[in-house]
């Protein structure tokens, strides 16, 4: 790995573990994402008083983060690409694209962002989609290894659309391990993986992609129960989390960021997380 990309490494993860908050939702397109995002400058400001380690953002958006004063905020992961699959309806023609076509990485260079995270979808029998998303990243590996800029690759498992309404994830282990292990082949530095359905089989992700693994948080649940989940992920050697709307949608988000980040960082239970997060709220 070349040095740049070791510097901006060293901006994301702390003692090799990373807590990275997702709010690069609204290029989505989907309203339910939207809910505890509309004050983005408060979103923004809260987040960066609560100390992650990263806020993952689109380029719009980024100034919010990068133009508070001071050296003390988090690292910026910047979103690079979009596309439609995140919706309740099948679409027509299904498709993901990079945000800026000319010079992918051109936006997050320009904002000093410490990486870049683009998706691979693979949804039941869309097979050009999952060739865009491909080609995406032929591009992006190129230029990530021309300007030192690390890759995060997001390896998206989907059940058909029919299932439940909207393509939600697919746990299973098998696809997850193949195509986490594709993502790797293509020069994945950073790993975003969903979460197995059995988290005891999450060895097999970290041990397929050979780099950093975050987990992809997905839509919001039980708050107690995402603890539990996030501390048998992060004993099968997760190395953090990139969480979104398991924290902004919670009543305090500041004290989920303290919560994930004692578990990320001190190796806490979930008992011990939920008692740090009750605090917060008590507190607030």
């Not at 807590?19 to 609204?26: C, K, N, T």
């Amino acid at each position: 790995m070349y040095l740049s990309k070791k510097v901006r490494m060293n901006r994301l993860f702390s003692g090799g573990k990373c807590l990275d908050v997702a709010i690069d939702h609204g290029v989505c397109n989907e309203p339910t994402f939207m809910d505890g995002l509309e004050d983005m400058g408060g979103v923004v400001k809260a987040l960066v008083d609560a100390g992650p380690d990263a806020i993952q953002m689109n380029y719009g958006q980024s100034d919010l983060l990068q133009t508070i004063d001071g050296k003390n905020k988090p690292a910026l992961v910047m979103r690079v690409d979009m596309g439609n699959p995140y919706n309740a309806e099948r679409h027509r023609h299904m498709w993901a694209l990079m945000q800026n076509e000319e010079e992918p990485i051109l936006t997050a260079l320009r904002m000093d962002a410490a990486c870049v995270v683009v998706n691979l979808f693979m949804l039941p029998d869309e097979p050009e989609l999952f060739k865009q998303c491909v080609q995406n990243i032929s591009r992006l590996t190129n230029a990530c290894e021309k300007y030192g800029m690390p890759l995060m690759i997001e390896p998206l498992v989907m059940q058909p659309n029919s299932e439940r309404g909207g393509y939600l994830v697919d746990g299973n282990a098998d696809k997850i391990v193949t195509l986490v292990r594709l993502a790797r082949e293509m020069g994945a530095d950073i790993v975003k993986a969903d979460p197995t359905d059995n988290p005891d089989d999450f060895h097999r992700v970290v041990e397929a992609a050979r780099c950093p693994v975050l987990v992809r948080g997905g839509g919001k649940e039980d708050l107690l129960k995402v603890f539990e989940k996030s501390s048998r992920l992060m004993r099968q050697g997760a190395h953090g989390m990139v969480y979104g709307r398991n924290i902004y949608q919670h009543d305090n988000p500041r004290g989920v960021v303290q919560a994930l980040m004692a578990m990320i960082h001190q190796d806490v239970d979930a008992a011990e997380a939920w008692a740090i997060y009750q605090s917060a709220f008590e507190a607030a």
